[in-house]
């Protein structure tokens, strides 16, 4: 195989040297004629055509509907680096349920001075109307994604938390299943951790949620429609929990709880796994002009008769200005070093940091604090002198919207581009559950960079996704052993 | 079960029932015009007749000729009634139901969709019409089938039964009467003239000509006639699918056979009722085409009710936005 690679590759040492724990794979992917493989991949995009697992891009004017590029070549990840990993969310999103507590209840840690009082309640996405608000199990981030990256150094950093609505997941269930139904004869003889059971559990951190008055509770998912990006994920997580998938013309809200509307009459709903913003939720509390929320909503959240899931208000725990204070949380609720280390950042809040960030802005990547998509970022080393102009020009204006990190050079795992394997970068989503334990599902989402060199991997700008493979232990010449030994 | 979600299944395999029934249209026009040269050869305006959308065809077409016809009914998006947006429309409504539908439903629906799109793209899509009308016919067989083997047969499933069936009824009503008129234009030939070419293209058309043979073996128009409108084993039958929709509606609302409390159980009785003793001799005499007519406004009335009853429920903010025509 004529592969050569930038960075960090996730299955080769050096061009024709498979890392360890990929050589198995790496071994039989070579075997596979080129012909095959494209083969393949055709057969896969028939297969997410056919089922229709699509996403939806604004502003798109053939059909809002595309259908999700998914590349044939998976992401293998070794158990025991795994393991860390997963420990090290455990860690960081423990830490951030807390953090989230202590701001709209005690706020310990603005009075210890750890982190300045004024970045948290001043952030767009702090939600006065919860102060002194504490959710059943005192879960607020019931379900939490968190962006990894691995440098060229071969170090896994955390690039972001997304704890309001992330999404993705229903990808990785699917991924999985188009690998099997396309590519079936990879998976033999290698023990891979299945991401099948995610449903379940969080069908489980849900209803562990419930108010405690609900002795049967019942579950729903909201979503705000089919023209949503995220609408096929919204569709596939109600079926596969066996929820009824509601939007906000569905429920109403009487006397302090909240019904949705069957053909045999009202039903009572008790928790809501919500995909829609805090600002659209209800027009009685947030924003006046939603059409997508209920009236009178938070009203019985507050009061207790209904869980929301994510709790509103868990915004400010993926603000990337109070990202950069995330080491501090966890030693600070914790006591424990940081297991996964930050992308170091500097803050444009800060003057001597944002006088940095200006005479840098060529080297860094600039990020508002409070988007997500990949919209609004500047990456400096690839942009004009205009748009780095622009760029310093909103950071002058609006310095606390603003942040920047140093160019990471993303590893890449081989892709089949233009019919040949090519090295393109990649990130990973995870997705962790937090009810009354936490759940890390193995693995996550990995997101592929399909053009050339680059570093964007978000779907609504050219971005794939790959199976991502967590082997369980020692299993990869378990297979060969155990045929000679028996 | 949710109303907005009843709603939408409802409305998703009447939709695609409908598509299904404007390919038969299409199908038995062609078989009934074939080498017909210049008198029934031109016979392409009263397909739209069937439809009901006349005046949406005068709008943008001049010549009812064979070629705008079929693009009118099979590919127009203009037309809300097309094969081409009932599928869209079916589609849309699959997709805003998808939790409750199995996936095997969904991925037939949707390379049904597939399927109707590409053919409207072809270039020269109305040379391929009647291969397609096949193909159309063929993939809500298909989706029938999975809907019947891979959903349980609870609400939901009745929901989607009684919405095919009563838009089938329909169908079914219209056929009978616009071929009945074109195969026997004045009053006095009914029961006389009998071109068994014709009449069998009507029972194809139906995909009855088998089975009636089982049952009246020699084609009469009045035994046909007899066989598409009261025959109660029939599946494209008026009173077959009067009976089992009908069904569904108890098992949805477990209402006991021959009680009623909301005006959908009423009205439903009540056209079963006349279906069920009413002989075909009576509807000869009485006009064929009167009997139709007031067939499908009941059948409508009843479509309303349902609305009523279970999707909006007396509600001042329905929970249905989209649509469309009964």
């Given at each position: ?470 082997l369980r232990n020692g299993n990869q010449t378990h297979h060969v052993h155990a045929s000679h030994s028996n | 079960m949710l109303s907005r979600v009843a709603d939408s299944l409802y409305w998703m395999s009447r939709y695609v029932e409908r ?55 099979a590919f127009d998006q203009r037309n809300p009634n097309s094969i081409l947006s009932c599928i869209s429309n079916a589609r849309e409504n699959a997709r805003s139901v998808r939790e409750t539908i199995t996936s095997d439903m969904w991925e ?219």
């Open positions: 195989m004529n592969y050569e690679f930038p960075s960090f590759d996730e299955m080769f040492v050096a061009a024709g040297e498979p890392r360890p724990i990929c050589r198995h794979f790496a071994e039989r992917l070579e075997a596979i004629p080129g012909e095959e493989l494209r083969t393949r991949q055709q057969a896969a995009e028939v297969s997410l055509r056919n089922l229709g697992i699509t996403f939806n891009v604004y502003g798109h004017e053939d059909g809002t509907e595309k259908v999700w590029p998914f590349d044939l070549v998976p992401r293998i990840l070794d158990a025991h680096e795994w393991q860390r990993v997963e420990d090290g969310l455990r860690q960081r999103i423990r830490a951030l349920n807390l953090f989230v507590d202590d701001v709209y209840n005690d706020q310990r840690i603005f009075a210890d001075g750890v982190v300045p009082g004024e970045l948290v309640l001043e952030a767009p996405t702090y939600r006065p109307q919860m102060q002194g608000f504490r959710p059943a199990k005192g879960a607020w981030c019931h379900i939490s994604g968190v962006d990894l990256i691995r440098h060229e150094d071969g170090t896994i950093y955390v690039l972001e938390d997304n704890l309001r609505c992330p999404s993705g997941v229903s990808y990785v269930l699917e991924n999985r299943e188009v690998m099997k139904r396309t590519f079936p004869q990879m998976f033999d003889g290698v023990a891979v951790a299945p991401v099948e059971e995610y449903p379940e559990r969080l069908l489980e951190t849900l209803l562990a949620c419930a108010p405690p008055h609900a002795t049967n509770p019942t579950a729903v998912v909201m979503t705000p429609g089919i023209y949503n990006s995220a609408y096929f994920e919204h569709t596939f997580l109600a079926q596969q929990m066996g929820v009824e998938l509601v939007q906000g013309s569905d429920l109403y809200v009487d006397g302090g709880f909240v019904y949705m509307r069957t053909t045999l009459g009202p039903q009572r709903v008790d928790v809501i796994y919500r995909r829609i913003d805090d600002d659209f939720l209800d027009p009685k509390c947030f924003r006046k002009d939603s059409a997508l929320g209920v009236a009178g909503l938070v009203d019985a959240y507050r009061r207790g008769n209904v869980t929301l899931a994510n709790a509103p208000g868990t915004g400010i725990a993926d603000d990337k200005a109070v990202y950069a204070y995330v080491p501090e949380i966890i030693k600070y609720y914790l006591g424990e070093e940081p297991i996964l280390h930050n992308v170091p950042t500097y803050l444009c809040d800060d003057p001597e940091q944002r006088k940095y960030v200006i005479d840098h802005v060529a080297e860094l990547v600039v990020k508002p604090t409070n988007e997500s998509g990949g919209y609004g970022i500047l990456i400096g080393p690839h942009a004009t002198d205009e748009q780095r102009a622009q760029c310093v020009a909103r950071i002058r204006d609006n310095p606390r919207n603003y942040i920047a990190q140093p160019m990471l050079n993303l590893s890449t795992v081989p892709t089949l581009a233009g019919g040949e394997l090519a090295p393109r970068h990649v990130d990973l989503r995870p997705f962790v559950l937090c009810g009354e334990d936490i759940y890390v599902m193995p693995g996550g989402l990995t997101r592929v960079a399909l053009v050339e060199g680059s570093m964007v991997v978000n779907s609504s700008q050219g971005g794939g996704s790959k199976d991502t493979w967590v | 598509a299904e029934n404007v390919a038969r249209f299409i199908d038995v026009n062609y078989n009934l015009t074939l080498g017909e040269g210049a008198g029934l050869g031109d016979q392409w305006a009263p397909l739209v007749d069937t439809t009901g959308d006349n005046e949406l065809f005068r709008k943008f077409y001049d010549d009812a000729n064979r070629d705008n016809v079929v693009q009118f009914l037939q629906l949707n390379k049904f969709y597939l399927l109707v799109r590409s053919a409207a793209r072809t270039p020269n899509r109305l040379a391929g019409a009647y291969a397609f009308c096949d193909a159309v016919r063929l993939a809500s067989h298909s989706l029938i089938g999975t809907t019947y083997t891979t959903m349980s047969h609870g609400e939901a499933w009745h929901f989607l039964r009684m919405g095919r069936l009563m838009e089938r009824a329909d169908k079914t009503s219209r056929i009978v009467d616009v071929q009945y008129f074109l195969l026997l234009p004045r009053p006095d030939d009914v029961g006389t003239s009998l071109d068994v070419v014709r009449w069998s293209a009507l029972l194809r058309s139906t995909s009855a000509l088998s089975m009636y043979r089982r049952v009246h073996g020699q084609i009469t128009p009045n035994r046909v006639a007899d066989f598409l409108i009261l025959d109660r084993n029939f599946p494209r039958a008026m009173r077959f699918c009067v009976l089992r929709a009908q069904n569904s509606l108890e098992i949805i609302t477990g209402a006991h056979s021959g009680t009623f409390q909301r005006r959908s159980e009423q009205l439903f009785g009540r056209l079963r009722a006349v279906l069920d003793y009413t002989g075909i001799g009576e509807i000869i005499s009485r006009g064929m085409h009167q009997y139709i007519d007031d067939f499908q406004r009941e059948l409508n009335q009843i479509g309303l009710a349902v609305q009523a009853d279970f999707f909006t429920q007396g509600d001042p903010e329905p929970a249905s936005q989209t649509q469309r025509q009964a």
